[in-house]
Structure formats: C-alpha cells, structure tokens
C-alpha cells in the first residue's frame, strides 16, 4: 500500500512536471523589447515592441503595435509586408507611420519580417513555409492579454498580398482580409517583370520550369474556390510591379465561385496606392468593421 501511495506521489510530480515543461515549450514569445517611435503626428499615442516569436522551430523577428492606453480588450491585426528579405522590411516607416494608423484605429498590429530577415532565423521562400510565420502570428496574440481572440483580421500590401492569400487558404481563423496591390499569378509575374524580379523568384522559389508546382502554390488565381473568409482588393490600374491585371484575373474567379468580397480598382494609382491612402485607408476600415461587427 506504502508503495502504491509513493508510486502515484512520484507519477503526479512527473506529471506536474512534464506539465510545465510543455507549457514553457508552447510559449511562442520568447524575446521582447520597446522599439522606438519616429515621433510622428501618428506615433505619440502608440507604442511598439520587437519580438522574436517561435515559428517551426527558428526564432522569427516581429512588431507589435498597439494604443498606449488600452481598456479591455482589442482586435487583432496582422500585417503582411510587402517586398522580400530585408527590401522594403519594416522599418522606420511602416513602424512609426502606417502601422500606428490601424493602431490608432482600434487594433492591436502584429506583423512579421518573415523567418531570416531582421536577424531572424532561417531562410524566407517568398510564400512557402513562411507562410507559417504569419500563421504562427495567431499563436503569439494569445500571449497577449489585450487582444480579443474572437476578433482577427488581415491586411497584406504587394508581396503580403500573396501572404494574405495562402494564410486563408491555410484556413486561418480571421473574420476579414483585405489585400493591396496583391500578387496573384507567380508565374505571370515572372514573365512580365523585368530581370531583377525573376532572380528573386529565381533565388526564393525556384526555377520557373523546373519548379513550376511552387510557382503555381503560391497562386491565388489558381485555387480562388479556397478564398473562404470576406476579402477586400485594392489595385492601381497604373501599378507597374504588380500589374493590375493580377488582381483583375482574381476578381473575376471570385465573382464565378460567388465568394464574399469587393473589388476595388483606383484608375490613376501606382503600386503603393499612395495617392489614395485616405479613400483606402477608409475602404477598409468600414470593411473590417462591417465584419467585425457581424
């Protein structure tokens, strides 16, 4: 009986321990320090953090961007950059400007660089497993305490776009997303991009013929039927990186599977939209919160 007793005390103490060696291993924040504003009419009642956050396996760089003051708890989100490696990262801009307008807004930002950017570990695959990366996002809002679970959405620019895309074919739990200037079809813009576009598709995904299945993965146009979540596109008709006609292909594959979304095209905008940044800003706006509040 003594012997039995000692048996369940020790199998209860491994337990407990085992307990908390999983706990301590599902933590996915694991560094986190205050990141310093650019002091703009936008930043002075934001504030930022620099994290590293797990995401299979490798330390991945992050920002949060949030409301000084926060009273209860906020929706989230996720912002996917646009550009590859450490081309057009986030930085001074996006970090002190743009980012803390959504704050500003209501949201807790979260955003990556994507795995080996930023000091970060691995290797960036321009939509293959770093997609995982902004997945993983999800798993680090719920260690922080001011976000609402129930209340996420997705905004992706350019290269973020194409993020945005894979992270809702990856049936990513989010209530809207909205897409600017979003790469559709690789293989198109391969063909229609200049030299230096296709070695960085030649270094981060493959060759155009020999890796033709990565290519058409990372492609919207290619499996429009899986867009599952409400989705909101922008594009310039004047956008000369990512020509118009990629989010054009897209709205028409949406309207044939009768998916939830709006198409939105600006015929005078460029690829940053710039020009438009109130009249997109309040796109979607009222298009998250058209479906946040659902």
């Known amino acids: 009986m003594r012997k039995k007793r000692l048996y369940l005390v020790m199998l209860s103490i491994l337990l407990l321990i085992t307990g908390c060696f999983n706990q301590e291993k599902e ?93 970060g570990e691995g290797q960036e695959e321009f939509g293959g497993s770093d997609v995982n990366d902004v997945l993983n996002l999800a798993e680090v809002a719920k260690e922080l305490p001011y976000v609402d679970q129930d209340q996420k959405v997705m905004l992706g620019v350019s290269r973020g776009g194409m993020m945005t895309y894979l992270a809702i074919k990856e049936d990513m739990d989010l209530q809207a997303a909205a897409v600017m200037a979003g790469a559709t079809d690789l293989i198109t813009l391969h063909e229609n991009r200049g030299k230096r576009m296709k070695v960085i598709l030649q270094d981060l995904v493959g060759d155009v013929d020999e890796d033709q299945k990565e290519y058409q993965k990372r492609s919207a146009v290619n499996w429009a039927d899986q867009i599952d979540v409400p989705t909101l596109i922008i594009h310039g008709a004047e956008d000369r990186l990512v020509p118009v006609e990629q989010s054009r292909r897209l709205d028409r594959k949406l309207e044939e599977y009768k998916k939830d979304y709006k198409y939105v095209e600006y015929p005078d905008a460029a690829h940053s939209i710039a020009t438009h940044h109130e009249r997109s800003s309040k796109e979607i706006q009222n298009w998250f919160q058209t479906h946040l509040d659902d």
């Open 27 to 119: 933590q996915r924040i694991v560094s986190k320090e205050k990141y310093t504003l650019k002091e703009t009419a936008l930043s002075k009642d934001v504030e930022a953090e620099r994290i590293e956050y797990i995401s299979d396996g490798l330390k991945v760089v992050g920002y949060i961007v949030k409301p000084k003051e926060v009273e209860g708890k906020l929706p989230l989100m996720i912002f996917n950059r646009g550009g590859n490696r450490e081309f057009e990262k986030l930085g001074d801009d996006l970090l002190s400007v743009y980012l803390p307008y959504w704050a500003k807004q209501g949201y807790v930002v979260l955003a990556s660089q994507y795995r080996g950017n930023d000091g």
